[in-house]
């Protein structure tokens, strides 16, 4: 565990340079997201696949910046 823990803050160094306000944004939006659901499930109110759902906090990122880049 400590060894994966190292890997990623080490990876976010060189990660964050490429980070954008938004793609930032993006980031915490999906996370708040799952939150969500995972609070609706924890009460038995919706049964949502929560491990479906994190997929979406890699795939956020590289979405964020197409979009900032092609769209906008």
């Known amino acids: 565990l400590i060894i994966i823990q ?4 080490m990876l976010a160094v060189f990660i964050l340079p490429m980070v954008t306000p ?3 944004a993006d980031f915490s939006c999906a996370g708040g997201l799952i939150m969500i ?3 609706l499930r924890i009460c038995n109110i919706k049964p949502f ?5 994190l997929p979406g906090l ?4 590289p979405f964020s910046w197409l979009w900032m880049t092609l769209v906008v």
């Open 58 to 61: 890699i795939l956020v990122m």
């Open 6 to 9: 190292v890997a990623l803050a």
């Open 49 to 53: 696949p929560v491990a479906n759902m």
């Open 22 to 24: 938004e793609m930032m």
């Open 37 to 39: 659901a995972t609070g």
